[in-house]
């Protein structure tokens, strides 16, 4: 395969649901979003598309940050013959497919992970390190074998199965901070705050991908001053091959504005 680092990347990034719509609000299917998405795409030098996370979700309105079928592609645009149908029409045009996977929390619909055998089994059992206050969802014990090994299952099946050419991990500084967003944090074993589980799983992630789907991007969203986000595991970093730098957004919108 051609690596996917060689020259530069134009990313669109779109929620499928509200990218374009019938006249009566319904949405279009995966097929029918191929030809159209392809040739907008084309059309305006686009040579990679990110969407907004396409993994099972409970609520329609939302764009799909709280998932709760992690090896479900959405069945509001059809079926997974469908979605392959839509990334082969892409790949045919040259454009890069990058899918964003939420592994950082999980909401606490019953039909879920939540409380999944009744007591704590996907979440971390200190509510202070398995909650995040700010979003009302429970975070993943990153510590345990069995969680590490469903999410490394989970960004395994995204790339086998659907020929992703990159993942866009959502929300990686709410993994790496045990104090973020939250007053009664708990310390490591170090006194300090970072999340010692997380940082290792995403270690792994990152090592797996490279070992065997070389040349697939594993894109960090991060926005703060975290070091080596895209140095080499070997190196000490976290791995990443690109970090999606929010806070060099933010500070050059902010620039453009004044």
């Known amino acids: 395969a051609k690596d996917t680092f ?3 990347l134009n990313i669109y990034e779109i929620h499928l649901g509200s990218w374009r719509r019938y006249p009566d609000g319904n949405v279009y299917s ?43 592609a959405t069945s509001r645009y059809g079926t997974p013959a469908d979605l392959k149908f839509l990334v082969d029409q892409l790949h045919k045009a040259g454009i890069k497919v990058i899918f964003d996977l939420v592994l950082s929390h999980f909401p606490k619909d019953a039909f879920g992970l939540a409380q999944f055998d009744g007591e704590p089994l996907f979440e971390h059992p200190d509510t202070r390190m398995g909650e995040h206050p700010e979003w009302g969802t429970l975070i993943f014990n990153y510590g345990l074998h069995e969680v590490v090994s469903f999410l490394l ?10 020929h992703a050419d990159g993942l ?5 500084t709410s993994m790496l901070y045990l104090n973020y967003a939250r007053d009664n944090a708990v310390k490591n074993v170090y006194g300090g705050d970072d999340n010692i589980d997380a940082v290792h799983f995403l270690r792994r992630a990152n ?13 960090a969203e991060e926005s703060t001053a975290w070091p080596n986000i895209t140095r080499d595991t070997g190196e000490g970093g976290l791995g990443f091959g ?9 500070d050059t919108l902010r620039y453009m504005k004044r």
């Open 30 to 72: 995966y097929r029918e979003m191929a030809m159209q998405l392809v040739d907008y795409l084309v059309d305006m030098g686009y040579n990679a598309v990110e969407f907004m996370p396409l993994s099972e979700y409970p609520l329609d309105a939302s764009w799909g940050y709280q998932v709760t079928g992690y090896f479900a």
């Open 207 to 219: 090592y797996m991908v490279k070992e065997h789907f070389p040349g697939v991007m594993m894109i």
């Open 153 to 162: 299952s989970v960004i395994w099946f995204w790339i086998d199965e659907f």
């Open 168 to 172: 866009r991990l959502d929300a990686v």
């Open 6 to 8: 060689d020259g530069p």
């Open 242 to 250: 690109y970090k999606w730098n929010m806070g060099w957004m933010n």
